[in-house]
């Protein structure tokens, strides 16, 4: 079954530096997200990206973070100046389709610590 | 807006008997609803899922859930409990903005001895 894959599984990183967060989503998909959850909390929305353009986001979803699907097949999160805040687990999703009936499939996430 | 409870954050039961992982939801309108599993070390994977159909959902792995409208419940079973069952488990709400928004529970942890 195809399946969605992010890179690395687990970063570390310093307060103040970029880190860029990869997947690759399921190829014939054209809606993807990211989630993150900080440990000990709930999954939480990111943001969603259609159509090579973010189609919503939430009120965590600030300035430092931006999303870019480079080259068709890859599709990134890009943190510019990390805090202590954003260690966390970062998972992506892909879907066929925008509706409730086609299901999100989500990957094994990144573990980002911010150190 | 919408919302997910689940009662329990911990549920432990011996292989071979029932399983009971109970979430309430919250919503203004018909929702859409989910459960999603995590095992150590792996992604969110899809058990099952309500979207306005048949109230009690099939998924995998012989897990079921019925959608309950009048008591906001979406509440998930297996009558049997594997020991491959332990695992985190989510229930879900979608905002249906157009775009799937999930909104997640805090997560029951399930743990089955042998």
């Known amino acids: 079954e195809p399946e969605v894959t992010q890179t690395p599984s687990h970063q570390v990183t310093q307060m103040g530096q970029e880190v860029i967060l990869r997947c690759v989503p399921i190829s014939n998909h054209l809606y993807f997200y990211w989630y993150r959850q900080i440990l000990g909390q709930k999954v939480e929305f990111l943001v969603s990206f259609y159509n090579n353009e973010i189609s919503e986001k939430s009120e965590i979803f600030d300035d430092q973070f931006s999303v870019e699907r480079p080259d068709g097949s890859n599709f990134t999160l890009k943190i510019r100046s990390t805090k202590l805040e954003d260690s966390a687990m970062y998972f992506c999703?892909?879907?066929?389709?925008?509706?409730?009936?086609?299901?999100?499939?989500f990957g094994n996430g990144t573990r980002l610590t911010v150190t | 807006a919408q919302s997910v409870t689940q009662l329990d954050s911990h549920v432990s039961v011996s292989e071979g008997t029932p399983v009971l992982l109970r979430c309430n939801y919250s919503?203004?309108?018909?929702?859409?609803l989910f459960w999603y599993v995590q095992h150590p070390n792996k992604g969110l994977q899809l058990l099952l899922k309500y979207t306005s159909a048949a109230t009690l959902v099939k998924g995998i792995n012989g897990f079921e859930a019925e959608f309950k409208k009048s008591e906001t419940s979406f509440h998930l079973t297996k009558p049997s409990a594997h020991m491959s069952d332990a695992a985190e488990y989510f229930c879900?709400?979608?905002?249906?903005?157009?775009?799937?928004?999930?909104?997640f529970g805090t997560g029951t942890r399930l743990l089955v001895s042998p």
């Open positions: 999703a892909s879907s066929a389709d925008r509706q409730d009936n086609s299901p999100l499939h």
């Open positions: 919503s203004s309108y018909s929702p859409s």
């Open positions: 879900v709400v979608s905002e249906s903005t157009g775009f799937q928004k999930l909104v």
